[in-house]
């Protein structure tokens, strides 16, 4: 559902240059890859790269193409802390969690452990982040808290608000980081060093990111492959509408707008209408770019 709000702006950029769009589908991402190759579906605005490449069918270049960026390093994933806290106990890493006195701070169910808001047993990151506490030899340390995710950053940002400190695991984009933003209430830290899973050995050189706002250092060893999300469409649909195409290259987002629509959705304003609604009050926010885009799209259809 973070992608709810990039998936309606295409959609209404589109029907203005003459389209008759479909509601859209949900699908898991490897059967989405498989129609957009087959031709079933003509697009999606929600491809994470490289992430999802291994999620491709083979020999997915010959049909299919990955265009513009809807936002550039947008998909962030990593560890973030209460900033007074870092402050306080001068946290840079993971390995900060070793000390006996943040181990102390940071325990709020008395185990002897500094408390991790993680993922759901299943999650791809719940996988990354048991690598972790095994590479880093973390399991004495740190309790990672793996229940429902909504319900524990409920949790987290209550304990926070009552001045507790906290630490947890979260992705963007994201409601979690619109409520926590980094640099004014939390900090991305580092992990100890860069040690991939085999998975993640193909973009290591993306686990380390430059100029990540809030951030304990820069750059920052996320331990996380950073993803840029791009449209995707199948190249034959692509080839035959160059306004759309075109439109696929210019279209873009701010991380806070995506981050600031998704908190809305959490709040309750999640149904179609509301989605519709939040594109219209976007668009009429943002009039001079929508219609230039709109206009790069109408001169490459002549």
Request: glycine share 6%; proline share 6%; charged share 25%.
């Amino acid at each position: 559902n973070t992608g709810y709000f990039q998936e309606a702006l295409v959609r209404a950029g589109l029907k203005e240059l003459g389209y008759d769009v479909e509601e859209p589908k949900e699908l898991q991402n490897p059967l989405f890859y498989q129609s957009v190759f087959l031709g079933d579906v003509d697009y999606w605005t929600n491809g994470w790269f490289p992430n999802h490449v291994s999620q491709m069918p083979k020999g997915w270049e010959e049909r299919v193409e990955v265009v513009g960026y809807v936002a550039k390093a947008g998909g962030l994933q990593g560890y973030l802390v209460s900033k007074k806290d870092v402050e306080k106990y001068d946290i840079k890493s993971l390995d900060d969690f070793k000390r006996p006195e943040v181990m102390k701070a940071f325990d709020s169910n008395n185990d002897g452990k500094a408390d991790l808001t993680a993922c759901p047993p299943g999650w791809g990151c719940e996988k990354v982040i048991t690598h972790h506490f095994d590479v880093y030899d973390l399991d004495d340390y740190i309790n990672p808290i793996k229940a429902g995710y909504s319900a524990s950053m409920a949790d987290t940002i209550a304990r926070y608000n009552s001045g507790e400190p906290i630490f947890f695991y979260t992705w963007a984009p994201n409601w979690t980081i619109f409520k926590l933003k980094p640099g004014e209430d939390v900090m991305w830290i580092n992990v100890p060093k860069i040690i991939p899973k085999e998975s993640q050995k193909p973009a290591e050189d993306r686990m380390t990111v430059s100029g990540i706002e809030g951030a304990v250092s820069d750059p920052v060893k996320l331990g996380f492959v950073v993803s840029d999300i791009r449209i995707v469409a199948n190249k034959k649909f692509a080839e035959a509408n160059p306004a759309a195409k075109k439109f696929f290259e210019v279209f873009t987002l701010p991380l806070l707008d995506i981050n600031e629509q998704n908190t809305r959705m959490n709040e309750g304003e999640k149904s179609q209408k509301d989605i519709e609604k939040h594109v219209a009050e976007w668009i009429a926010k943002n009039t001079d770019k929508w219609n230039g885009w709109l206009a790069e799209a109408r001169k490459a259809a002549q």
